[in-house]
Every structure is written in C-alpha cells, then in structure tokens.
C-alpha cells in the first residue's frame, strides 16, 4: 500500500460521513435462532456460523460504516476453522472498502512481536492492529516498523473503558496518571510520520466512558487517530464520545460492537432490519458533516 493509512482512514470516513466503527464480535449465543439452526455445535460449525453471520452483517452495515473492527477472541475460540472464517471475513471486508482494524491486543518483544506484526498485515491483511503498550517501546517498534513498510496503522491501549482499568491507568508516575504517560509517548510515536491530513500513523484507544479525559486527551493529543470503545451497549452516549474528534469531524472512530450486531433476541424473525436501523441510528448519530 502506498498511501498512508491515515489519509486512507480519514478519506473512508468522510466517504461516509460517519465516525462509526463496527465490531464484529460474533457471540453464540446471541446468534439468530434460524442460523444457528442450519450449523452443528462443533467448532467448525460454529465458525461457519460465525463466518456466515458476520458476511451477512457486512453487508447491512457497509451504507452506514467506514471500518469494522473484528474481534480474533471469538474466532480463535473455534481453532482452525475459526482462523479461516476470520481471514474470509476480513477478505471480504477489505473487497467491500471497509478499513479493517484486527482488534488482536497484542504485546510482546522482539522477534515474538515481529510475528504478531507479520501476521497482521500479511495473513490477515487488516489495515491496523490494537496493540498492549505494557512491555513499552521495544514492543511496540516491531509493529511500527511493520505498519509503516506499506502504510498500515497501529492503535496502542490508552484508556480503557473496562470498570477495572483505573487499577494501574490511574496511578500516578512524576505528577501524571499512567494512561497519560502513555498517551504522551504515543503522541510522539504518531507524529514521527505525519499523513497529508495531519494525522500520523499510531492511533490511541481511548474508552467512551471517561468523557472528560476524552476530551483532555483530544487537546494532547492533536496528531492521534482515536478508536473509541464504549459506545452504545456500554453506556457511552454520541454527547460522550463527541469531544473525540477534530474541529473538521475526523479523528476518532467510534466502535459499536453489540449494540449493532445484536440489537434483537435470538427468536426475532427481523434480525436483519433490526441490524440495519441500528446502524443507521449510530451513523447518524456520529456524523462528522451537518
């Protein structure tokens, strides 16, 4: 790829006028009746499920969404068959135009994080990588280093949006809070290779549920892509996650993951419109141009 992946990021959202992130998280349980009922309980027939479900939910959603955000727990969890139903799902969602961010948490070191890197943007493909910043910068350079040989994205844990997260975010080192030392080096991370609409490469997750440290982090972070979790079935509201965004309307991308694939019972005939009208509220609400 030789366009910058924030160029290529930010020209996907204004294409749809919309900050919206859909993640795929494909539960079981939460499944429509009728589809499950056409796939044994193996592992391979719950990844076809999985597969068939989400390729169906690509395609109510690609009016409303420029990215999806596949989540690999779910997939792993069927072994190789799931492995195979995520490559084929992020396939398509590449062939359909979406950005695709492999939500993966991966941290390691050296040759280990090399692999996850690799296997990111080769195997899977995905155009960006969530990323645990937690060994520090050794273990997020393999990803860097990968991300920028063809203009691919990195999105670094900053603040999460977990009940639990304050246990080690909010302890204070020299005067600042932990997830603001590490928004800081990802501040600098990002601005050492700026795209043409200013922002860089490295990406912050930042959670819906802390609205007003969204907002500080906006204004510390003017550079950084924000992929925001929390919003929707996790309480975060469009009020919440506004301060994400530039003054342009880019900057953040808003991830809804239950609140648009599962917003019906598994029994209810209608699952499909259901999906549609509630990702057409989310566009809706997170549209970056009046």
Not at 19 to 40: H, I, M, Q, T, W
Not at 55 to 62: G, K, T, Y
Not at 157 to 164: C, D, E, I, W
Request: proline content about 5%; charged content about 20%.
């Amino acid at each position: 790829m030789s366009q910058h992946f924030a160029d290529r990021l930010a020209q996907a959202v204004r294409k749809k006028n919309t900050g919206l992130c859909v993640g795929l998280d494909p539960r079981y349980a939460s499944l429509p009746n009728d589809l499950k009922a056409e796939f044994d309980h193996s592992y391979a027939g719950v990844a076809i499920a999985y597969q068939t479900f989400c390729l169906r939910v690509l395609e109510l959603v690609e009016p409303f969404s420029a990215v999806v955000k596949p989540q690999s727990a779910f997939f792993e969890q069927c072994g190789p068959d799931g492995m195979k139903a995520q490559q084929l799902v992020m396939r398509r969602a590449r062939e359909m135009g979406f950005i695709t961010i492999l939500d993966a948490k991966r941290g390691d070191i050296a040759s280990t994080a090399t692999a996850y890197a690799q296997a990111a943007a080769q195997v899977w493909n995905a155009d960006a990588i969530t990323v645990n910043p937690y060994l520090g910068r050794d273990a997020v350079e393999p990803f860097l280093n990968v991300a920028r040989h063809d203009g691919r994205g990195v999105f670094v844990l900053v603040r999460t949006s977990n009940p639990g997260a304050g246990l080690f975010q909010d302890l204070k080192c020299n005067g600042r809070r932990v997830f603001e030392v590490v928004a800081d080096e990802v501040g600098s991370w990002s601005i050492e290779n700026l795209a043409h609409c200013g922002f860089g490469d490295v990406g912050a997750v930042v959670g819906a549920t802390h609205p007003e440290e969204l907002k500080d982090l906006r204004q510390r972070l003017p550079n950084v892509w924000f992929l925001v979790p929390g919003y929707g079935a996790q309480g975060g509201s469009a009020a919440d996650v506004r301060a994400a965004f530039r003054s342009d309307g880019l900057g953040a991308i808003i991830n809804s993951s239950r609140g648009i694939t599962f917003p019906f019972q598994p029994d209810d005939p209608n699952w499909e419109s259901a999906i549609v009208e509630a990702a057409k509220k989310a566009a809706l609400e997170l549209r970056i141009a009046n």
